[in-house]
């Protein structure tokens, strides 16, 4: 299985601050990668989709970035209902596998 | 607007077998742009892929889960359904199911929506 690492585990910021969250896969795997944002008690949600394809209807202050190995999430002014958990995901393989998640707390 | 909705039991024996069904609304489940999965989370846990299954019956399963996984399709019902055998304390989760849109253009694939899930506890 390839293994999708995120970085960092948690982090905590302020409205209005850029963020940046990324994740590593073990093998390259093109741009087969997704990111989803998680609310508690609720159901995971596609942001973006092929590492830089803006899900519609997700606002335009989140990016993707990256090609390979190595991707970036970025939330370039974050506001209040942005306080979630942001799952990265390869689809290059099967099993389809996610990163252990990425907790943004309000600081 | 497509809708995924879950059903099934709350509270499952270990040894027994767990049964999910998905129904699907807004939507046909035989499009042939679209298969149909599932998907577990233990609580406070990360997200785990247990398979996925096309209109026509074909199914893929997670390796990890595949001797005890079962995935089906009722394209007259617009449903899909998971049996998962033999389960033990392990098996805890909320378990969802997703559409995963699947490419030719290079993209790959990925989930959306999601049903919102529902938790299933393997306890006696």
Partial sequence: DIQ???SPSSLSASVGD???????????INNYFNWYQQKPGKAPKLLIYAASSLQSGVPSRFSGSGSGTDFTLTISSLQPE???TYYCQQSYNTPPTFGQGTKVEIK | QLQLQESGPGLVKPSETLSFTCTVSGGSISNINYYWGWIR??????????????YSGIAYYNPSLKSRVTI?????????SLKLSSVTAADTAVYYCARRTMTTRGEGNWFDPWGQGTLVTVSS
């Fill in chain 1, 4 to 6: 999708m690492t995120q």
């Fill in chain 1, 18 to 28: 850029r963020v940046t969250i990324t994740c590593r896969a073990s093998q390259s």
């Fill in chain 1, 82 to 84: 942005d306080f979630a």
């Fill in chain 2, 41 to 54: 989370q233990p609580p406070g846990k990360g997200l785990e892929w247990i398979g996925s299954i096309y």
């Fill in chain 2, 72 to 80: 089906s399709v009722d394209t007259s019902k617009n449903q899909f």
